[in-house]
């Protein structure tokens, strides 16, 4: 599904990723952890398309496209979804008005009819559910005055809205208390399928409590430095990202 | 007198005579207006009020030819689409529609009101023309306009719409006086346009005068006039409990001066003014606004929007007078821009002079660029480029647009203004 190879970008004249590789097949969850400044955000904006980062060098291949010759456009109708660390507040936006015309573009790219208002409306209910958000909240502008809950449970009713090929989810548990984060892991792992992929990026390992992850990689200074299992998760919880470091050094 | 603007300028003035030289009992008044226009000209660059808009030297460049013959119009082009509303239209300074005739209301020509009488007790003393050397001029040279007196008690059941169509490099220069008596409604909108490419000069002045318990909603759509000078002068007289509502729209022209001047003469009036700017090209878009709360226990409320594209230029001047005499005065304005291109400009300027201890006043002015993070967010949703950035324009600008209480008029207005923001060369 994605193919990363030595994937290298920098913001200004600061050089934040190294040389990355990662492959991702269907049906696969790859956790990417790593302490702070580790360039674990800038992965997940390079991949959905974030114009300041500069791809300096290697490749990503997304279903046997040159993923970075799309705009970010280009990337959502093909199936690249990311789900923000920091969601964008937008007044005068409702979050079901944008969704409207966001899912009849993707579903035009498909070869799919628009949806009516009846069938949105009724996608959009069963939607609702999975991440128990309400449609007052929909109708408000987007994000504005949200809790930082709120915009994320908004978030992940937008990848079920979407329903991408591929979800990054970038440090979704942020700001999260145990009660909203295991309802956006449920619905997370409600729309997971055979065909589809996530890339989950995170801090801590709490939410691969919930979203259990197939691979664990380590990100420190740009590169990938250790992969594993997910129980490299348990590991780098008890022992600290010092460990990762310190034997980075060695 | 030898060296005024408007002898060595013949063109600011008008070469045939105004209404105003047929009724006799304004005689002293046409003197007075010219005598003073004679002595003050016409502002130019240092004048403070007029420092961004160089309408007087755009108007000593016109060249217009007065021969003009108006040619067939078609007035559909211009009128609303859905508004159930009373349309008078003048191509020129020709009424090229029946007078209106509403039961139990008055609508007639200006002039044929004022040399019966009716209206000399408003005329030119709501809006003095000493103010302003343009008004000054609207007062000798206007040849058409209306006077519209809505009696105590009636409520104009549609909406008068008056569309001035110019045709060709015209000049032409309107007056209307509104007198909403007592617990009277009613809603006026004006209405503009300019045929082909060439430049024409519309200069309209209105007075209301809205007495106690008295509604005015009072638009001014100024969206199909392409190379036009446009100056637009209201001033409204508000008396106890009166209710004004103000929607000013301006999409097009050349150089478009608006003045809007509320005055709060009563007590417990209430007073909206909304205004959106839509610029693009060479467009110069110039609101001059004014509340003058002069008794207590009144509110004023304004919100005038812009976005300013290519080489276009915005000015907002938004005064807010407080008199003395008016404590428990709530006025608050905010002026909100957004520019697209480096060489498009806007300037804007709150005036707020407050003489009264116990009020409550805001305002508020930005001017900012698109947000390219709201950008982003919205295309990493699958939505394009121009469609994400018409969107987040539409939802800055809708903000004018939502509060407009007539649905046709509303939707008209959401169309032109989508159509202006959705680009496909992006």
Redo the contacts between chains.
């Keep these: 599904m994605l193919s990363i190879k030595n994937l290298c970008a920098k913001i200004g004249d600061n050089q934040i990723l190294n040389g990355i590789d990662l492959d991702v097949k269907p049906g696969e969850i790859h956790a990417i952890m790593g302490p702070n400044g580790s360039g674990k955000s800038t992965l997940a904006s390079v991949l ?4 300041e980062f500069e791809v300096t060098d290697g490749s990503v291949d997304f279903l046997g496209k040159d993923l970075l010759e799309m ?3 280009e ?3 093909d199936g690249i ?2 789900a ?1 660390q920091y ?2 507040e ?4 409702s979050t079901i008005n ?2 409207k ?2 899912v009849n ?2 579903r035009s ?1 498909r070869g799919l009819p628009a949806l009516d208002a009846v069938s949105f409306l009724g996608l959009m209910k069963e939607k609702m559910k999975l991440v128990d958000i309400d449609q007052s909240l929909l109708n408000r ?1 987007l994000n504005e005055g949200f809790s930082g809950g709120e915009k994320k449970r908004n978030e992940i009713f ?1 990848l079920a809205m ?1 329903d991408p090929r591929l979800a990054i989810l970038d440090e979704t548990d942020s700001g999260l208390d145990i009660d909203a984060l295991r309802i956006v892991a449920d619905g997370v792992n409600k729309l997971m399928t055979k065909d589809k992929s996530i890339i989950v990026v995170t801090h801590y390992q709490r939410l691969l409590e919930y979203i259990v992850p197939d691979f664990v990689h380590v990100l420190y200074r740009g590169k990938i430095v250790k992969s594993g299992g997910k129980e490299l998760a348990a590991e780098l919880e008890a022992k600290g990202y010092d460990w990762v470091k310190d034997s980075v050094a060695a | 007198m030898t060296t005024s603007a408007i002898d060595t300028n013949p063109t600011l003035l008008g070469v045939s005579p105004g209404a105003i030289d047929t009724i006799p009992a304004l005689a002293a008044l046409r003197d007075e207006t010219l005598r003073h226009l004679q002595e003050t000209g016409f502002p130019g660059p240092k004048h403070e009020e007029y420092r961004y808009t160089p309408l007087t030297r755009a108007l000593e460049k016109l060249s217009l030819d007065d021969q003009a013959d108006p040619t067939a119009v078609d007035l559909d082009t211009y009128t609303i689409p859905g508004l159930d509303a009373t349309v008078v239209a003048f191509v020129n300074e020709r009424c090229v529609t029946p007078m209106p005739e509403i039961e139990g209301l008055i609508v007639k020509p200006l002039q044929e009101a004022l040399a019966e009488g009716k209206g000399l007790d408003h005329f030119a003393k709501i809006a003095d023309p000493k103010a302003d050397a343009f008004v000054a001029w609207n007062t000798l040279a206007w040849t058409y306009g209306f006077y519209v007196e809505i009696p105590e008690g009636a409520k104009l059941s549609k909406p008068l719409v008056i569309l001035h169509v110019s045709d060709g490099s015209v000049r032409k220069a309107a007056r209307n006086l509104l007198v909403v008596d007592r617990n009277a409604e009613c809603t006026i909108i004006q209405k503009y346009a300019s045929t082909g490419p060439a430049t024409s000069y519309i200069n309209v002045v209105t007075e209301a005068f809205v007495d106690e318990h008295a509604r005015l909603d009072f638009y001014d759509i100024q969206a199909d006039i392409p190379g036009q000078l446009h100056f637009n002068h209201a001033r409204v007289l508000q008396k106890d409990h009166s209710l004004v509502n103000s929607y000013t729209f301006t999409l097009e022209g050349k150089i478009v001066r608006n003045n809007l001047e509320l005055v709060l003469d009563g007590e417990r009036c209430e007073s909206h003014m909304y205004g959106l700017y839509l610029l693009n090209g060479d467009t110069l878009a110039d609101n001059h606004t004014a509340v003058d709360h002069m008794k207590p226990n009144s509110f004023s409320n304004e919100l005038y929007k812009g976005i300013m594209e290519d080489k276009s230029r915005g000015i907002f001047n938004g005064k807010i007078y407080v008199r003395p005499n008016a404590q428990k005065t709530n006025a608050f304005q905010s002026n909100r821009n957004i520019l697209l291109s480096e060489d498009a400009k806007v300037n804007t300027k709150p005036q707020l002079e407050i003489w009264a201890d116990d009020v409550k006043c805001s305002h508020g002015c930005t001017t900012g660029q698109i ?1 390219e ?2 950008m ?10 121009a ?2 950035r018409a ?2 324009l ?3 600008a ?2 004018t647009i939502d509060v407009v209480p007539l649905p046709a008029v509303q939707k008209y207005l959401v169309q032109r203004v989508s159509q202006r923001l959705q680009r496909n060369d992006l």
Excluded at chain 2, 376 to 385: D, E, Q, S, V
Aim: no cysteine; net charge neutral; hydrophobic share 45%.
């Design positions: 959905a398309g974030r114009e705009s970010p456009d990337r959502a109708r979804f990311m923000f969601p964008v937008i007044p005068g936006v944008f969704m015309t966001a573009q993707v790219h502008s937008q979407l | 947000d993070e709201a982003f967010y919205l295309m990493t949703r699958g939505i394009p480029k469609t994400a969107m987040l539409y939802a800055f809708g903000e």
